[in-house]
């Protein structure tokens, strides 16, 4: 099943609840805008390489529509598509005045230098610069990108339209980013499991963990549940699954991490090395977090993980057949659009800040985080227990009820 597929199934389980017309879903379902380009850049050997790149713009009736920019192989139309529409039912679940935006160019940038990366980006905004803007479309990283490819993009963007930092967040702090940008999608997804485990009952040092990505997400989830004694017994990164039955050590996987020109794995010697693929199949897992790729979790595999819940922190990890399983097992699953929320709420302060040309403390930013992902996490609790739906279609629920509200308002329904 395709990605936008797979998000047009959950979309329509929380559709029946809230009644929502044929017509209507479809208004709601289809995206705004959606944008393809070529990108052509000159190789560092002098060669021609030309890449496609996409921009959709979801839905703007909450506001200017937000959502990241993703370099990797997978990129297509379809994905960008999922990607943009998840991003409008975030932003409304964490209540932020945004709509749903998502970009990104079929490309691995593992086979590009950083000055090929930055001439990508140059040619990628020379495209789409005219279609995004602080008041219109904010662009912001995802995989495959870091805050210089935020930089870059800026840099070039300002060349057409002037001194805007607010058309893009995730930016390096001492350039208009904001304190805790990097952190925090990891950190909300830190925060928000440790608030599931304990709504369950469990105890977060008895509660193994496995995380699938080390990346940005991965590895600032990894520290924080550290941090919060969850006992983290595997990671993966695209370089395979480092296992220790009684725990990882993080604060040295991280140290490998930050000394690994890629920022890989790769070499890690005090745990086991497992094959990629063994890390959805471990036994004995209590809380399974996959923060890589989209689509990782099939009705193939589900039956083979032991973990009692599953936080998404990458986007769409999880298909819909599985996610059935998954329900009927009994495995708690905290969906997408919440757990993973806190990145594009930092990013909503960010903008927030520039538009203001206002810096705001690390405290002040994590206390604000904090306090709308447990907001967040609240209303989806008691959407779900007052409906008797799973996480997923209660989060689904408050999102489309809110974007139906805005569309309503505007007149258009
Ligand atoms: P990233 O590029 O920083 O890291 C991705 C990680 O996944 C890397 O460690 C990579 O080695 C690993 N990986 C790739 N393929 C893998 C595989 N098959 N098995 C195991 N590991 C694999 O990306 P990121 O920014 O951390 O994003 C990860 C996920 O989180 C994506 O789905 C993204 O959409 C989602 N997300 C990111 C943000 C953000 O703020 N960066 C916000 C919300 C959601």
Known sequence: MKAFEATRLFFNQAADQLDISEELREALLMPDREVQVQVTIRLDNGKLANFVGFRVQHDHSRGPMKGGLRYHTEVDLDETRALASLMTWKTAVVNLPYGGAKGGIGVDPNDLSRSEIERLTRAFVDQIHDIVGPDTDIPAPDMGTDHQVMSWFRNQWEKYHGFHPAVITGKPVEEYGAKGREEATGRGVG????????????????????????????????KFLHEAQFPIVAVSDVTGTYYHQDGLNIPELLRHKIAHPKGLLEGFEHAEHLPLEALLKLDKLDVLIP???????????????????????ANGPVHPGADEMLHQKGVTILPDILANAGGVTVSYFEWVQNRQHYRWSLDRVRQELDHTMNQAFEDVWQMASQHNVSLRTAAYMIGIARVKRATELAGLA
């Not at 440790?194 to 995380?211: P, Y």
């Not at 923060?291 to 193939?300: C, K, N, P, R, W």
Request: hydrophobic fraction near 45%; charge should be positive.
């Open 191 to 222: 925060t928000l499991t440790n608030k599931l485990i304990r709504r369950l009952g469990m105890a977060s040092e008895k509660t193994r963990v496995a995380i699938q990505g080390f990346g940005n997400v991965g590895s600032h989830a990894a």
């Open 291 to 313: 923060a890589a790729l989209g689509g990782v979790i099939t009705t193939e595999n589900a039956g083979s993980i032991s973990a009692k819940v599953i936080i998404e922190a």
